[in-house]
């Protein structure tokens, strides 16, 4: 079974710092571009950040450029979001979702985690 | 930047009716166009693709059409399980992706 399943959400402290992950099974990792993905609270989708198969490739939403950072470990399958600098604003849940190519060679999302909630507060 | 509008915000229909959501976008998207469904505490699932293909194992009650600005999804028959939050989602400014605001689809 296709599988993506995150971890590492929590409660965090305004300017704090937290370290999302994302373990990928039944598909083979190395082979799929990566996105994050996150979702306010009673808000709509809002894409944060893309990373390409080899991760030679990486872009972000200005909404987060320069404090989020993408990453992954195909030996581990495994895809990363470090989040430094952490506002108010970035509270929501974060889903990391599989990079896939249609048949006209525009790409979409077709797999997606349940999710994992990152909350900034004090 | 392109952004896409939905409409109607809330659309309040019963069981067994027929479902038509709208989504304009700013400028022309060619046919490069999804859409998803989201209900209560899920991750969103890719409904449509590429503007009116289904996604692997998505009912044939759900079709979309529409190409440039004008996008429609449509559900012919409204089963239960069908009310949920749809979004549409463009990737013409590769490769950032952009979501319209969703339609809330809600039983009368």
Redesign the interface.
């Given at each position: 079974e296709v599988q993506l399943v995150e971890s590492g959400g929590g409660l965090v402290q305004p300017g704090g710092s937290l370290r999302l992950s994302c373990a990928a099974s039944g598909f083979t990792f190395s082979s799929y571009s990566m996105?994050w993905?996150r979702q306010a609270p009673g808000k709509?989708?809002?894409?944060v950040s893309?990373i390409s198969s080899s991760s030679s490739?990486i872009?972000y939403?200005d909404s987060v450029k320069g404090r989020f950072t993408i990453s992954r470990d195909n030996a581990k399958n495994s895809l990363y979001l470090q989040m430094n600098s952490l506002r108010a604003e970035d509270t929501a849940v974060y889903?990391c979702a599989r990079d896939w190519r249609?048949?006209?060679g525009?790409?979409?999302?077709?797999v997606?985690?349940?999710?994992t909630t990152v909350t900034v507060s004090s | 930047e392109i952004v896409l509008t939905q409409s109607p915000a809330t659309l309040s229909l019963s069981p067994g009716e027929r479902a038509t959501l709208s989504c304009r976008a700013s400028q022309s998207v060619s046919s490069y166009l999804a859409w998803y469904q989201q209900k209560p505490g899920q991750a969103p699932r890719l409904l449509i693709y590429d503007a009116s293909n289904r996604a692997t194992g998505i009912p044939a009650r759900f079709s979309g059409s529409g190409s440039g600005t004008d996008f429609t999804l449509t559900i012919s028959s409204l089963e239960p399980e069908d009310f949920a939050v749809y979004y549409c989602q463009q990737r013409s400014n590769w490769p950032r992706y952009t979501f319209g605001q969703g339609t809330k689809l809600e039983i009368k």
């Open positions: 996105n993905v709509g989708l809002e894409w893309y490739t872009y939403a889903y249609s048949g006209e525009v790409n979409y999302m077709d997606w985690g349940k999710g | -």
